[in-house]
């Protein structure tokens, strides 16, 4: 039997940590929750950022140093744009990117849902895996922060992009996601899983945001699977980017231990963290989390096929105890 793997996932974190996946379990079938609290609209196209992150980096059309956007990418639409005076320009969007939104867009305006549209998207770029949106509802994570007009939400976009998450962060607001249905197939499939894994996404805005959709939480700590987590945090910090920000605005800590026990027993069955923190692994276990260190540093596809392979170990681990 084919072993079934659902995975939660944001964008770099999870794309990355998917390839090496693919490549440590290249017969399973592998679903993709994916988060879609980072979309935007922007110039009247609908932007999916973690969706296309996931779809290019499987399919072979990422920018790979940068880690989002399309490889060998031009900005003429951009530049064109700005010379009308319109933005953001703080948002980058490329020309061959562009024509992702555009057909996204379309299909959309002609009634499809979002999960219809990313598989006719995927159709191209043959991810080998399915990758399904947490909803096909719009969920818009927004973030609370002070500004000089007092304290304020902002698009998650905004606060990450353009601010680089430099002031605090109050509060994470997943809007939406309470009226949220999960997509066409992610309940079946997390039912159905033999394993459910959490990347090293970001635990608020990431995996955070997907089980927030009403269902999806219930559905993952009631799968008969394991559930096992890879530590984004090394270290006592984000391997990439400025999770420590939105972990502070919901009172977690950034170190591996702390995000461990956010999830909690009732979610995870297994998490991982990166030998520098092996000091961290008698801790999760306290919490009930069977825990391990191993390295957890994607620094190129074979290490990233041992971390998932670790991964799956332990889950086989959980499984047989
Ligand atoms: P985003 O949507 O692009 O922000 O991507 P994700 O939510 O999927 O992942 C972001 C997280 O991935 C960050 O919190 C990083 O700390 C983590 N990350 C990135 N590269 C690595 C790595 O090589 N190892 C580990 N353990 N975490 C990583
Ligand atoms: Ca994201």
């Not at 059309?61 to 530049?79: L, M, Y």
């Not at 991810?127 to 973030?143: F, K, N, Q, W």
Request: some cysteine; charged content about 20%; proline content about 6%.
């Amino acid at each position: 039997m084919q072993q079934r793997i659902v995975v939660l996932a944001g964008g770099i974190g999870g794309a990355r940590f998917l390839r090496g996946l693919k490549s440590a379990a290249p017969d399973a079938d592998i679903t993709v929750i994916g988060n879609t609290g980072d979309d935007i609209h922007l110039f009247g196209l609908k932007v999916c950022p973690d969706l296309d992150t996931v779809m290019y980096t499987l399919g072979g059309g990422i920018h790979e140093e940068q880690g989002w956007g399309r490889a060998g990418e031009t900005f003429a639409v951009k530049e064109e744009l700005a010379a009308y005076g319109v933005g953001p320009e703080w948002f980058g969007l490329g020309d061959r990117d562009f024509a992702t939104h555009i057909v996204r867009t379309q299909m959309l305006g002609a009634g499809y849902p979002l999960s219809a549209v990313t598989e006719a998207l995927c159709a191209r770029w043959q991810p080998g895996v399915r990758l399904l949106p947490m909803s096909d509802d719009r969920v818009e994570t927004h973030v609370l922060v002070d500004t000089e007009d007092g304290r304020k939400a902002v698009h998650f976009q905004e606060y990450w992009v353009r601010m680089r998450a430099s002031v605090p962060a109050h509060a994470i607001v997943p809007v939406g996601a309470e009226q949220a249905k999960p997509a066409p197939g992610v309940l079946e499939a997390l039912a159905a899983a033999d394993v459910v894994l959490f990347p090293p996404s970001n635990p608020v805005v990431s995996v955070g945001t997907i089980l927030s959709v009403p269902g999806v939480r219930e559905a993952v700590a009631d799968a008969g699977a394991p559930v096992v987590g890879l530590s984004p945090i090394v270290g006592d910090a984000p391997v990439r980017g400025m999770a420590d920000k939105v972990l502070a605005a919901v009172g977690v800590e950034s170190t591996a231990a702390a995000v461990a026990r956010h999830y909690g027993s009732g979610l995870l069955d297994g998490w991982l963290v990166d030998t520098v923190d092996a000091g961290a692994v008698a801790d999760v276990e306290a919490a009930g989390i069977r825990c391990r260190a191993v390295p957890l540093m994607m620094t190129d596809v074979p290490a990233t096929a041992r971390m998932a392979s670790a991964a799956l170990a332990l889950a086989e681990e959980v499984r047989g105890s």
